[in-house]
């Protein structure tokens, strides 16, 4: 079964500065897709960012990127010019690529929360 | 798109009574979680459906909790009898299957509260 480890339970940061959210996972799939997802104090689940296992390129979106490590299987979330609004929790997840049944859930870390000081 | 809906937003019920909870996914999505988020478990997938046919309910706690899909556009997951370790936020989320579509759209939760 796959895991997904995220080893900082807390990190803070100072408001327009950078910030790097790390994410492990284990998995013996060769093929699958890694998520980043925000939960702000409304406990609404926003997805911030995906990554294909096939894909070289790390993915981006506007402020947000990530190093995708594919042979450490490593995935870590980097947050530039840091906003006050980018204070959340921070979940990494896992989703295999199968084409099967079974293989379509979301595996989660158990998140991390980000502090921005003003 | 209204996104997914759940209902209630919050509820609070005694031990022993029976909870339902309610989901909406977004239209034209074929897959439907239901995840539980807890301080000590973190989030953890209950039971999802495609095409309304439950897939996997490994994740399901005991007897006690039950889902259904009747159709496209309706889930529900209820607790009968409801216990204390039961509080938590229920989260459903919605997806469609394809190279396209691996995200999973998650409604606003239900937060528990059995006393």
């Known amino acids: 079964a796959q895991t997904v480890t995220q080893s900082q339970p807390e990190m803070s940061v100072q408001e327009a500065e950078t910030v790097t959210l790390s994410c492990t996972y284990d998995t013996s799939e060769s093929d699958y897709y890694l998520f980043w997802y925000k939960q702000p104090p409304s406990r609404q689940m926003i997805l911030v960012i995906r990554q294909e296992a096939y894909k070289q390129q790390n993915a981006t979106e506007n402020r947000f990127s990530v190093n995708f490590q594919k042979a450490a299987k490593s995935f870590s979330l980097k947050i530039s010019d840091s906003q006050l609004g980018d204070a959340a929790m921070y979940f990494c997840a896992y989703r295999s690529a199968l084409v099967i049944q079974g293989a379509q859930k979301l595996v989660f870390g158990q998140g991390t929360r980000l502090t921005i000081n003003p | ?115």
């Open chain 2, 1 to 115: 798109d209204a996104g997914v809906i759940q209902s209630p937003r919050h509820e609070v019920t005694e031990m022993g009574q029976e909870v339902t909870l309610r989901c909406k996914p977004i239209s034209g999505h074929d897959y439907l979680f239901w995840y539980r988020q807890t301080m000590m478990r973190g989030l953890e997938l209950l039971i999802y459906f495609n095409n309304n046919v439950p897939i996997d309910d490994s994740g399901m706690p005991e007897d006690r909790f039950s889902a259904k899909m009747p159709n496209a556009s309706f889930s529900t997951l209820k607790i009968q009898p409801s216990e204390p370790r039961d509080s938590a936020v229920y989260f459903c989320a919605s997806s469609f299957f394809g190279l396209a579509g691996v995200e999973q759209y998650f409604g606003p939760g239900t937060r528990l509260t059995v006393t």
